[in-house]
């Protein structure tokens, strides 16, 4: 049985740094596709930056770029996402997903997961 828990949120100042981890069980990291989504108060799910199936490659939405970075260590079935420079447009819930056979920017899109493959989350607040 496939399952995610995410860990790493918490509050943090503007500029300030965090590292999420979404831990794996039930599956083997290397042919999934891996996304990151973000929640924040009033608004829908959305993708953050995601690792495509198979072929390792990473993917993120324009308001990230240069500030965070997705990666994998396939021995701790662990997937992470630093993020720094954080700005308080960056506060919400953080969600991982998995799915195998997803590859490239497909990955960024929730529509292109199963309802059942989400984690519960972790609150991420950028305030100062």
């Known amino acids: 049985q496939l399952q995610l828990v995410e860990s790493g949120g918490g509050l943090v100042q503007p500029g300030g740094s965090l590292r999420l981890s979404c831990a794996a069980s039930?599956?083997?990291?290397?042919?999934?596709?891996i996304g990151w989504f973000r929640q924040a108060p009033g608004k829908e799910r959305g993708g953050v930056s995601c690792?495509?199936?198979?072929?390792?490659?990473?993917y993120y939405v324009e308001s990230v770029k240069g500030r965070f970075t997705i990666s994998r260590d396939n021995g701790k079935n662990t997937v992470y996402l630093q993020m720094n420079s954080l700005k308080p447009e960056d506060t919400g819930v953080y969600y991982c997903v998995a799915r195998s056979s997803l590859y490239g920017t497909r990955c960024l899109y929730a529509a292109n997961y199963d309802a059942q493959s989400w984690g519960k989350g972790t609150l991420v607040t950028v305030s100062s």
């Open positions: 690792i495509s199936s198979s072929n390792q490659n990473t």
């Open positions: 039930g599956f083997m990291l290397p042919n999934y596709a």
